[in-house]
Structure formats: structure tokens, C-alpha cells
């Protein structure tokens, strides 16, 4: 299978070219002396000094007037298609990439805090460093100051970057992550704080659109989820798994429209049950 990709940045450039193309058609069918004075029997005729061709520009204009008049809505229509094509696919992509930034960032993170107490651990057994009989030292005695802990990641991507930055608390711990990815003029930011098992994000889309979302997490990694849109409108979505990772996801939008996933342990794709 051939590989696809969506440029944004294309994307973008032809919206505002073809808006661009239409603000040019517009001025010429309202404000310009080929409106001016096509639209007026005694101007056309005045201008031309002969009532033959006075008509004849008439009537060019009058041919013109409405297949222009809708070109110039059918380009900004075809504009806003192309921007809303590449809004779609930069958030959904910026939604996966914040994924990758955060496995990422705790998998960094991890391996600093084993570094660390392997570090301190030395510190109060250094007494225990001692040859044996084969002149070999402890395998704890090898271990190396980690520095301060990893708080920030940025990877370079085709058409921008990612970049990840985290706050910790005083034992470590992840409180705040903050990702940003830039794709051309496109701009994704999602932040989210962690308080015992609640989690709450706020996400910034490339539209500029919002979403404030606010997570609590239970047994087997079940989760209650209300997401509140910068509209007003809300979902409601409700995991239920069991120690395989396999349960249901119900969502519940603002309609009231209730859209259920099932998946049959923690491996599997979610597949949306039919009604």
C-alpha cells in the first residue's frame, strides 16, 4: 500500500490563495467601472459613443454578473474545505503525537528515577564498596549522578516539532505535562494537571478551538470523563475494564446521543457496537 500524507501547510496555502482569488472577483462584480458601467444603460452608452457597443458591454456584464457572483462564493467555499481538511488531520495527528510525547517523557523519566536510586543508594553504602576476593566491586558501587530529572523533550518532525515539558513535585512525581505540536502555521497545545486520580486537561486545537477535560481514573484503568467544548457542548464518556483490559466504552454528546465501543482485552482495537 502506497504511503499517503497531508501536507497542512499545503492545505493552508491554497485556502488563502483561493479567498485571496475571491476577494478579487468580489470588488470587480461591486465597486469597479466594469460594474459601473455595465450596470447602467445611459453610462454604458455615454462611455462608448455608440448605443451597439453600450449594449454589447451590457450585456457581457449582465452574462458575467452571475457565474462570477458564484465563483467568487464557490472559491471561498472550496477554501474553507481545504482548511477544514487540514485542521481535521493536524488535530488528530497532534492528538497522536501528544500521545507518543507523553510515553515518551514517562519513559525518560523512569529510567532517570532508577539512575537516582541507584545514586542515592550509594551515597549511604559507600562503606560496602569494597573488592572481593576477585577484586570485584559491588555492581552498585558503578552507579553515576543522573543530574537533574528530564523535564523537557522536543523532536523535530518533517514539518515542525514536538515538545513535551513536565513539573514535578518534590518527590518526582509528575504534577503538570505540557505538549505542544507545530505543523507549519498549525499550532496544538494540550496541558494537563495530575492530582491523586483526577486528571484535568485543557487542549487548544488548530482552529483555535478548546476543549477542557477533566478525568478520574479507577480499577483496571477504568475512567469517568466529562469534556466540556469552548462552545458549551459536553461528552460524558464512561470506560469500564476488567484485569485483561477489555471492557466497554460508552460516550454520551450534548444531543444526548449515546455511541458505545467494546474491546475484548487491553490489545484490541475498540469496535463500535451497531444498534
Known amino acids: 500500500m502506497p504511503d499517503f500524507a497531508i501536507d497542512y501547510g499545503l492545505l493552508h496555502e491554497a485556502r488563502k490563495d483561493l479567498h485571496a482569488l475571491a476577494d478579487r472577483i468580489g470588488p470587480q462584480l461591486k465597486d469597479s467601472a466594469f460594474a459601473a458601467v455595465g450596470s447602467s444603460y445611459g453610462d454604458a452608452d455615454t462611455v462608448f459613443g455608440n448605443a451597439t457597443l453600450g449594449s454589447a458591454f451590457r450585456s457581457l456584464y449582465l452574462r458575467s454578473k452571475s457565474p462570477m457572483g458564484k465563483a467568487e462564493e464557490d472559491l471561498r467555499q472550496l477554501g474553507d474545505i481545504f482548511g477544514a481538511v487540514a485542521d481535521g488531520y493536524f488535530d488528530v495527528d497532534a492528538q497522536i503525537a501528544n500521545g507518543m510525547g507523553m510515553m515518551g517523557a514517562s519513559l525518560g523519566l523512569d529510567e532517570w528515577r532508577s539512575d537516582k536510586e541507584a545514586w542515592d543508594y550509594l551515597q549511604g553504602h559507600r562503606s560496602e564498596c569494597v573488592p572481593d576476593a576477585e577484586g570485584k566491586m559491588p555492581d552498585f558501587c558503578s552507579a553515576t549522578d543522573p543530574g537533574a530529572p528530564p523535564t523537557h523533550y522536543t523532536v523535530e518532525t518533517a514539518n515542525g516539532s514536538v515538545t513535551t515539558d513536565l513539573t514535578l ?27 491523586g486520580n483526577v486528571q484535568t486537561t485543557d487542549t487548544v486545537y488548530g482552529d483555535g478551538s478548546t476543549t477542557h477535560s477533566v478525568t478520574t481514573t479507577g480499577e483496571h484503568g477504568s475512567s469517568v470523563t466529562d469534556t466540556t467544548a469552548g462552545d458549551g457542548s459536553t461528552t460524558h464518556t464512561v470506560i469500564t475494564l476488567n484485569e485483561s483490559g477489555g471492557g466497554t466504552m460508552t460516550s454520551t454528546d450534548a444531543e444526548g446521543t449515546v455511541t458505545t465501543h467494546t474491546r475484548p482485552d487491553r490489545y484490541a482495537s475498540w469496535q463500535e457496537v451497531e444498534d
Open 169 to 195: 513535585d518534590a518527590n518526582n512525581n509528575v504534577v503538570k505535562e505540557q505538549t505542544t505540536v507545530v505543523a507549519g502555521d498549525q499550532r496544538y497545545t494540550s496541558t494537563t494537571s495530575y492530582s
